[in-house]
């Protein structure tokens, strides 16, 4: 075994480009002996999951041996809380999200690590963050990935067409075009922002607080609406053709990889420095026929372990999500950026709402970085941590990396200091 993830990082080198952080999510837990590799920290193999990612093994770190502690806490059920703590690290509030049997609970009590660190990196950029989702339904804890706040979740685009009008529209646009769009914009905000102001006064404290988040985001995007940059270089939006049952099930790899092109070019606009892409629900119940494979995942995630034709099943279920982890990483690394490419300054994080479904268990969850982040973490390495690390102290050490130097994140009581990426 290798590191305990002590506190502290050790700073990389600087970079002259932008850092980036995206967040890849998918659900119900992998096939540990089939995730995990063998060897040393530095000359390992690849296990059969993560093999579509040996052409950039040197560019990921595959990280085990971290636990979700925070998600064995508080309100809701195991999917609940394994989603809405997956980023967060704080327990959910309580609420009347239906989870199974009796349980129920509301949305997740904190910030998300992508939201905390765009609050730092983004400030720049015309959007503060993107949410992508592929197949995601409905509005309920087990759908939703970030959080601006306290019970501030983040609702995902599931619609290409949707994402595509809002990130590039603007960019083909004429200066006096541009300009009186801006206005018209402003003036919406404006308005939006007095209605708030006047409604203030006569709230509660708690409703007082949420509402105060809502006017806060209204003055955000005022003040990103003139930012962004113009279209040129490597900045060249993708060609995008409406189809009409893009989501369709039968579609959803098309309807992936179009979601990844809009997020990676949206990167490498400089549109955003911060990303996410929700790849289902927790318990997801979808099936996957393009893999010839009927039933509902959730369902087969429930399978127990000597159940070999539900664990071959799933051991392709996560292939895949593996060769689409590494689609996104491929696509990042084509990009040239200075003297190297986007993934070098970007920190791209898998992360999984359990490390195995039939059990729900949340220790030594499966983790897959790519991108140096300017050079701030070390990759092409087997990164194993011993004893109970808590997952709070990944998002200290990715806080690090992205030059935030807090010594804790979400409930302090599930965080014990910073993972060491360097």
């Given at each position: 075994m290798a590191s305990t993830g002590s506190i502290g990082s050790r700073p990389?080198?600087?970079?002259?480009?932008?850092?980036?952080?995206?967040?890849?999510?998918?659900?119900?837990?992998?096939?540990?002996?089939?995730?995990?590799?063998?060897?040393s920290e530095a000359a390992f193999t690849l296990g059969r999951i993560l093999q579509p990612l040996e052409p950039y093994k040197q560019d990921i770190v595959?990280?085990?041996?971290?636990?979700?502690?925070?998600?064995?806490?508080?309100?809701?059920?195991?999917?609940?809380?394994?989603?809405?703590?997956?980023?967060?690290?704080?327990?959910?509030?309580?609420?009347?999200?239906?989870?199974?049997?009796?349980f129920t609970?509301?949305?997740?009590?904190?910030?998300?690590?992508?939201?905390?660190?765009?609050?730092?990196?983004?400030?720049?950029?015309?959007f503060r963050?993107?949410?992508?989702?592929?197949?995601?339904?409905?509005?309920?804890?087990?759908?939703?990935?970030?959080?601006?706040?306290?019970?501030?979740?983040?609702p995902p685009e599931v619609d290409?067409?949707?994402a595509f009008a809002r990130i590039f529209a603007d960019l083909q646009l004429s200066g006096t075009e541009s300009a009186r769009r801006v206005a018209e914009r402003r003036r919406v905000l404006d308005a939006v922002a007095a209605d708030y102001e006047r409604l203030l006064p006569k709230l509660?404290?708690?409703?007082?607080?949420?509402?105060?988040?809502?006017?806060?985001?209204?003055?955000?995007?005022?003040?990103?609406?003139?930012s962004g940059s113009v279209a040129g270089g490597v900045c060249k939006p993708p060609e995008f053709t409406v189809e009409s049952d893009l989501q369709a099930l039968v579609n959803v790899p098309k309807l992936g990889?179009?979601?990844?092109?809009?997020?990676?070019?949206?990167?490498?606009?400089?549109?955003?420095?911060?990303?996410?892409?929700?790849?289902?629900?927790?318990?997801?119940?979808?099936?996957?026929?393009?893999?010839?494979?009927?039933?509902?995942?959730?369902?087969?995630?429930h399978r127990g372990d000597t159940n070999e034709e539900a664990q071959e099943?799933?051991?392709?279920?996560?292939?895949?999500?593996?060769?689409?982890?590494?689609?996104?990483?491929?696509?990042?690394?084509?990009?040239?950026?200075?003297?190297?490419?986007?993934?070098?300054?970007?920190?791209?994080?898998?992360?999984?709402?359990?490390?195995?479904?039939?059990?729900?268990?949340?220790?030594?969850?499966?983790?897959?970085?790519?991108?140096?982040?300017g050079g701030a973490v070390k990759t092409g390495r087997w990164f194993q941590v011993d004893g109970k690390v808590p997952h709070n102290n990944l998002w200290v050490g990715c806080m690090h990396v992205m030059g935030i130097e807090e010594m804790s994140f979400g409930n302090p009581e599930y965080c014990t200091g910073a993972l060491n990426l360097g």
């Amino acid at each position: 075994m290798a590191s305990t993830g002590s506190i502290g990082s050790r700073p990389g080198p600087r970079s002259a480009a932008p850092k980036r952080f995206i967040v890849f999510y998918t659900p119900n837990g992998t096939v540990l002996k089939h995730w995990r590799p063998t060897g040393s920290e530095a000359a390992f193999t690849l296990g059969r999951i993560l093999q579509p990612l040996e052409p950039y093994k040197q560019d990921i770190v595959v990280l085990d041996g971290v636990d979700a502690l925070s998600a064995y806490h508080g309100p809701g059920d195991a999917h609940q809380k394994g989603t809405g703590q997956a980023l967060t690290g704080t327990e959910l509030q309580e609420g009347n999200f239906k989870g199974s049997t009796d349980f129920t609970a509301g949305w997740a009590d904190g910030i998300s690590i992508d939201q905390k660190i765009a609050d730092t990196i983004s400030n720049a950029t015309k959007f503060r963050s993107l949410e992508f989702g592929v197949r995601v339904k409905g509005a309920t804890v087990s759908s939703r990935l970030s959080y601006r706040g306290p019970a501030q979740p983040l609702p995902p685009e599931v619609d290409p067409a949707a994402a595509f009008a809002r990130i590039f529209a603007d960019l083909q646009l004429s200066g006096t075009e541009s300009a009186r769009r801006v206005a018209e914009r402003r003036r919406v905000l404006d308005a939006v922002a007095a209605d708030y102001e006047r409604l203030l006064p006569k709230l509660g404290a708690s409703d007082r607080i949420k509402l105060e988040g809502h006017l806060a985001a209204v003055r955000d995007i005022e003040m990103r609406l003139e930012s962004g940059s113009v279209a040129g270089g490597v900045c060249k939006p993708p060609e995008f053709t409406v189809e009409s049952d893009l989501q369709a099930l039968v579609n959803v790899p098309k309807l992936g990889k179009l979601q990844m092109d809009l997020l990676a070019m949206a990167i490498a606009c400089d549109l955003t420095r911060v990303a996410s892409i929700m790849w289902a629900n927790s318990s997801n119940t979808d099936p996957f026929p393009w893999l010839s494979i009927p039933e509902a995942h959730h369902e087969l995630s429930h399978r127990g372990d000597t159940n070999e034709e539900a664990q071959e099943k799933l051991t392709r279920i996560n292939t895949w999500y593996a060769e689409q982890f590494a689609y996104l990483v491929a696509k990042l690394k084509a990009i040239p950026e200075g003297d190297g490419t986007v993934l070098d300054n970007t920190l791209l994080v898998w992360v999984n709402e359990h490390q195995k479904g039939n059990t729900h268990d949340r220790n030594q969850m499966p983790y897959v970085l790519a991108g140096k982040a300017g050079g701030a973490v070390k990759t092409g390495r087997w990164f194993q941590v011993d004893g109970k690390v808590p997952h709070n102290n990944l998002w200290v050490g990715c806080m690090h990396v992205m030059g935030i130097e807090e010594m804790s994140f979400g409930n302090p009581e599930y965080c014990t200091g910073a993972l060491n990426l360097g």
